[in-house]
């Protein structure tokens, strides 16, 4: 799939070895895609290293570019739709994770926290079957689907239609 913006998933060790795994799809499907494994600041060191030496944001005649934004709730964070209509963002960081292990990595990588912060419009439900306190509360590829559309008027279909594709191979095997 050709975009424009990097996604940068940051998975939870446990995450990796789940059947699921849809950040496995991502890296499959994206074509500006990287991982890195881990839950503490120096699993991610390589990557803070690389932002350190970015700036967070750069000016143009058109509109403001962030460099880099993660994709979390937090209290700071806005709409990516509301965003993508005054910023390009260049780099999009994603959490893969149970929502508890998501919070407990958000905690130990204060350097996320100095990011421009998104998120996802409410409304839109999740396909994934799993465990989750709302149906809001989506895969990391559906938040990656709807993030891409959201911030550059990708269609997500073609995402989740793989994502139903795994389900389904995976009801099929068990």
Not at 2 to 27: C, D
Not at 138 to 156: F, G, I, K, R, V
């Amino acid at each position: 799939m050709s975009h424009r913006i990097e996604v940068v998933v940051l998975q939870h060790p446990a995450e990796r070895r789940a059947a699921k795994n849809t950040a496995r799809l991502l890296g499959l499907s994206l074509q500006r895609y990287r991982c890195y494994c881990g839950e503490s600041a120096a699993d991610f060191a390589e990557l803070q290293q690389e932002l350190q030496q970015q700036p967070l944001s750069t000016e143009s005649s058109a509109n403001q570019h962030l460099t880099t934004a993660v994709l979390y709730p937090s209290a700071t964070a806005q709409a990516t739709h509301t965003l993508a209509q005054t910023h390009a963002i260049k780099r999009l960081i994603l959490l893969d994770a149970t929502w508890r292990k998501a919070y407990k990595m958000w905690q130990l990588n204060p350097w996320l926290q100095q990011l421009p912060a998104l998120t996802l419009a409410a409304g839109r439900t999740s396909a994934y079957p799993r465990k989750a306190a709302h149906a809001q509360q989506l895969s990391t590829l559906e938040a990656c689907a709807y993030a891409l559309h959201d911030l550059e008027q990708l269609a997500p279909e073609p995402l989740l239609a793989l994502q139903r594709q795994r389900m389904q191979a995976l009801v099929k095997t068990e």
